[in-house]
Structure formats: C-alpha cells, structure tokens
C-alpha cells in the first residue's frame, strides 16, 4: 500500500519522511505501515484513491486497452 500510494501520488516522500494531505504519518516505511494499521479509516481511503487511479488509467500508469478480439494474421509465403 504504502509504495503503490508514493508511485500514484497519494503519499508524498520526502527524504524518510511519508505524508499524506500535508500531515507527516511516519519517518521509515515500517512506521507508515503501523500508522496505516492504527488509522484504518485513512488507510482504506487511500487504497480506495489507488483503486481508482489504477482502474481509470489501468496499471502503471498506462493507458487500459480493451479486450479485444485479435485480427486474423496473413502470412505471406
């Protein structure tokens, strides 16, 4: 969680310092992932802000295709 919302932007890294909405949650990742389970309501809304993100441009950030059936191929000889 605490990666995924650094690379969408959700959580900003300064340093060893992670914050979320201006507010410092945590210096190190392990003190993030305490807070997160401390404060399970922020939590979830953050994984609720990468769901979103990562469904409306698909996984990485790029662009989601549609399922589609492949065309056929011709092959030359």
Same mark, same amino acid.
């Given at each position: 969680l605490v990666d995924l919302a650094v690379q969408q932007d959700i959580v900003q890294k300064a340093g060893a310092w992670y914050s979320y909405q201006g507010n410092k949650i945590g210096q190190g990742k392990n003190n993030v992932i305490r807070y997160f !389970? !401390?404060? @399970?309501?922020?939590? /979830?809304e953050i994984e609720?802000?990468?769901? /979103?993100? +990562? +469904? @409306?441009t698909g996984t990485n950030g790029a662009v989601q295709i549609e399922d589609e059936e492949e065309p056929d191929l011709l092959l030359e000889s």
């Open positions: !389970e !401390e404060n @399970t309501q922020i939590a /979830e609720r802000n990468i769901r /979103e993100q +990562l +469904l @409306t």
